[in-house]
Nanobody, 124 residues
Framework: HVQLVESGGGSVQAGGSLTLSCVAH????????MGWFRQVKGKEYEGIVV???????SYAESVKGRFTISKDNVKNTLYLQMDSLKTEDSGMYYC???????????????????WGQGTQVTVS
């Protein structure tokens, strides 16, 4: 069954804002670290931000101060508020979940066990 479902992508002008959502299966939401990645065609997944089950967050330097991750524990939903968007923020954005026991850097996409289908963000 579907574990992660993203929504909220779209087209926006530089300087604008978008909010992405990721509805997660309860088991993932409660016990896994969850993150957002983006991918530009032909390149590897880039880690944007992760939030642990306890709420601790880590952000990529490229989005610090502009992007904010948050969770709604009632809706089992992860959000990514993206402000002051730049053209280089364009790409396919994915929600992903990994077991806390998985080692390695949080931004390493190969350490994530579940992925959503992605939502496209285009900044012009």
């Amino acid at each position: 069954h579907v574990q992660l479902v993203e929504s909220g992508g779209g087209s926006v002008q530089a300087g604008g804002s978008l909010t992405l959502s990721c509805v997660a299966h309860e088991d993932l939401y409660r016990g896994y670290c969850m993150g957002w990645f983006r991918q530009v065609k032909g390149k590897e997944y880039e880690g944007i931000v992760v939030i642990g089950s306890g709420g601790r967050t880590s952000y990529a330097e490229s989005v610090k101060g502009r992007f904010t991750i948050s969770k709604d524990n009632v809706k089992n939903t992860l959000y990514l508020q993206m402000d002051s968007l730049k053209t280089e923020d364009s790409g396919m954005y994915y929600c992903a979940a990994r077991r806390p026991a998985n080692g390695g850097p949080w931004s390493l996409w190969t350490r994530y066990d579940y992925w959503g289908q992605g939502t496209q963000v285009t900044v012009s």
